[in-house]
């Protein structure tokens, strides 16, 4: 049996995908077996050829990663999946996360660190980034809701206007528009229906 962990590399960037099978490709132990530049390409290749870890880009103009680390799990891909891109947004985190990824780098980690992880998930071991980790015990601070701004949430969540929350919480109707749009930057959103769907997946509401 071959000690060797075979590798995927899904990004839609070839310079990219170039770099990590160079990265890789002379590192003892670690043999790259397959490529891919969207999510639907990635699923078909990861199916294919099998391997023990997929780096997986999110956003891909082809294809997203968050729906092919998904469709790889709920297709039973004993491979490891580890989400390398430049976003670290709670909502991209957990999104990823939630759909079964198990690890999660951003690309500006140093060539050690992202070979160590490589092995770290190949060995059952989770691997996740200072960003990962803060957003999985809720220590981002920078997009921590206030109470208010929940508050405006669920009147929004419950089918209520910005009228209605201003009428209930007791405030203007521009107060309301205010928290909401810091409410969004914060979730990283551009609309009220995905700030309440984001809100609900970080179990704030």
Do not use: W
């Not at 999510?39 to 294809?63: I, K």
């Not at 500006?108 to 490589?118: E, F, G, H, N």
Request: proline share 5%.
């Amino acid at each position: 049996m071959s000690d060797l962990i075979r590798i995927v590399v899904v990004d839609d960037h070839p310079i990219v995908r170039d770099g990590l099978i160079g990265i890789f490709s002379r590192e003892p132990g670690l043999e790259i077996v397959g490529e891919a530049s969207s999510g639907p390409e990635g699923v078909v290749v990861v199916m294919q050829v099998r391997p023990d870890v997929v780096l997986m880009d999110l956003r891909m103009p082809g294809g997203a990663g968050v729906e092919a680390i998904r469709t790889l799990v709920e297709r039973g891909t004993p491979a490891r999946i580890l989400v390398l891109t430049t976003y670290d947004t709670d909502h991209d985190i957990l999104a990823a996360l939630g759909a079964g990824a198990h690890g999660y780098l951003l690309k500006d980690a140093p060539r050690a660190d992202l070979i160590r992880a490589v092995k770290d998930l190949a060995a059952g071991r989770p691997v996740l980034a200072p960003q990962a980790l803060a957003a999985l015990t809720g220590r981002r601070n920078d997009q921590t809701l206030t109470p208010r701004e929940i508050q405006v949430l669920r009147v929004i969540a419950g089918g209520g206007t910005n009228k209605t929350a201003a009428d209930e919480l007791m405030v203007s109707e521009a107060t309301v528009k205010t928290h909401l749009a810091h409410a969004y930057a914060k979730l990283d959103v551009s609309d009220r229906a995905a700030a309440v769907r984001v809100a609900f997946e970080r179990g704030l509401l």
